[in-house]
């Protein structure tokens, strides 16, 4: 049976490794040896130093996704409304992110991108499901005329998580807030809302 202080040892090494060092510079070895673990244990719990460095990420964000799924799951709350705690989360997971780059001073900027294009596959792989189950219900409900509920909510996510992140399309505040409220105006027309009814979803 796998050791939960064993794995959090081992995310733990990493995460501090990463204050003084570029992950490719990062060896097993060396993280095993800040957890105080053999390298062996390391490959009990991961396959990889790349698996650990996913495993940091989801750990890292655990709490706020954890919150929206529940959120998305109140079903005696209005889609809508769902949607925009969804958002919200996003932004959440945003600025918590951004939070912990501020942590590590010594990370190149090619880790930083690659640490950045973790965080953004798990936040949208993760979020999808609960997104397009809200859309689904909304549906059945008659509020919402769409026929692609899953490539919705993907399409919605990527948008809001590409440009909360904010690395890999630098733009200014004034930009990221027009591009939110193209988004939302497309999706008042895709789901066949009167426009500006949903402008609410704007945070």
Known sequence: MSN??????????LQSLLEDKDIGKIS?????RSAGIGKG???????????ILEALIERNYET?????KALAGQREVSPFMRMAMLFQACRN??????RQDTKISGISTKD???LHQK??????????PELALIIEQGIENGDIQF???AALAEIVLIVLAIKLDNSLIPSSPSEIEDTITGLISLLEKGTENPAGSLSFLIF
């Open 119 to 128: 965080y953004l596959n798990y936040l949208i792989t993760e979020l999808k």
């Open 64 to 68: 706020t996704l954890n919150t929206a």
């Open 4 to 13: 939960p202080v064993k794995y959090d040892q081992i995310l733990d090494a």
């Open 28 to 32: 097993v070895s060396e993280i095993a």
């Open 147 to 149: 026929d692609h509920p």
């Open 112 to 114: 930083m991108l690659l």
């Open 41 to 51: 244990s390391i490959y009990y719990y991961f396959p990889s130093k790349e698996a």
């Open 93 to 98: 997971s945003s600025k918590a992110f951004l």
